[in-house]
């Protein structure tokens, strides 16, 4: 990916869901957990493997993209790369869904409880489908030829990530553990 692009993921992912996560109602049992211990560092070693794990993933899944898209032909690097751009900034948009709780599901929080989540991921959303379409953008941003029927291809990368953070909840949940180790 070339570097406006990286710096547009940036700018596009991080920028209105973060915002929008801080609105997010607190969740109904948040006064019965006990608290973290106050000499406990922010980023734990369990944390920070979750941090990790989730990096990777979305990673492997923007990789995977190219190689799919691209499958070894010159003609279709472009269109690889542009997949992958795409891929990489939807993912990390429905990744931020998955953000809402340590403990529980997006299904067990209300998937419209946070409405300004799911307006700030639209309108992320349209800005990357903008940057991907209009010509004038397409050659700030270094895109290649126009998407076609790899939109679907994108939609269902982009979801690889966040169902399985969400599916990796539900099973923690049935053992009550968080993903920290702690009750």
């Not at 931020?96 to 639209?122: K, Q, V």
């Not at 379409?133 to 030829?145: K, M, R, W």
């Not at 790899?150 to 990368?157: G, H, S, T």
């Not at 690889?160 to 920290?180: D, H, M, Q």
Request: glycine share 8%; hydrophobic share 50%.
């Amino acid at each position: 990916m070339a570097a406006i692009q990286i710096l547009w993921l940036n700018l596009v992912t991080d920028g209105l869901p973060a915002l929008a996560l801080g609105l997010e109602p607190p969740e109904a049992d948040i006064m019965s957990r006990p608290p973290r211990p106050p000499r406990e560092a922010v980023i734990t070693p369990a944390r920070g493997g979750l941090i990790l794990a989730h990096g990777l993933l979305v990673a492997a899944v923007a990789v995977a993209a190219f190689w799919s898209t691209w499958g070894g032909d010159p003609d279709r690097l472009s269109r690889a790369r542009t997949v992958t751009f795409c891929v990489a900034a939807f993912s990390q948009l429905f990744f931020a869904i998955g953000c809402r709780s340590d403990h529980r599901t997006a299904l067990g929080l209300g998937f419209f409880s946070n409405p300004w989540l799911l307006a700030a991921i639209a309108v992320s959303a349209l800005l990357q489908v903008s940057v991907v379409t209009l010509p004038y953008a397409q050659d700030v941003f270094q895109v290649g030829s126009q998407l076609g029927g790899e939109w679907l291809w994108i939609l269902a990368w982009s979801l690889v990530p966040v169902t399985l953070i969400e599916l990796a909840k539900g099973a923690f949940a049935t053992t009550r553990l968080t993903p920290s180790g702690r009750r």
